[in-house]
């Protein structure tokens, strides 16, 4: 897979980038190319070797297809609750997140939202739940050209649904 400059791309872990620059290095007497990767979220600059692009999972934005897939994860509500101790379910979401895959990605702020919807969530989960939402809507809004606002209102409203499913508590009666 080979990037030109200017072109967007996915690092894993990290997000969208913009390819800056394609440079050569020479190390004695070998010569390595490198992607200059500007990512878009903090202005952070990876250095990426192209002939090891593919294997540390960079790649390209995703398609239309995938945001359908990414949107029908984030509206399964019908997982199992996950019975994992939090240390668990970390490396858990760790790896899903360092995959760079985007359903991966989607089923990490799924799992935390539908937690969140239970209790609290505790530092370390909502530093993983704002890891994953960044990451998603600013691929999905990089992907269909439009402000990441406008995807982190439409990932609210799937959530915000799931609230409007949920029964009256049990022995609470309105007051009329």
Known sequence: MEFQVGEKAVYPGHGVGVITDIQEFAIEDIVSEVYVLRILDNGLTISVPLQNASALGMRRVMSDEQVKKAYETLKDWDV??????????????????????PIEVSKVL???????????????????????H??????????RDIDEDSIANEIAEIFKDKDEDKPAAKGRKKKA
């Open 110 to 132: 799924r799992d935390l939202s539908l937690l969140r919807k239970k209790k609290p969530l505790s530092f370390g989960e909502r530093k993983m739940y704002d890891k994953a």
């Open 80 to 101: 199992p609750p996950d019975k994992q101790t939090w240390n668990r379910r970390f490396r858990q979401y760790t790896a899903q997140l360092h995959t760079g895959d």
């Open 134 to 143: 960044t990451l998603l809507v600013q691929e999905i809004a990089v992907t």
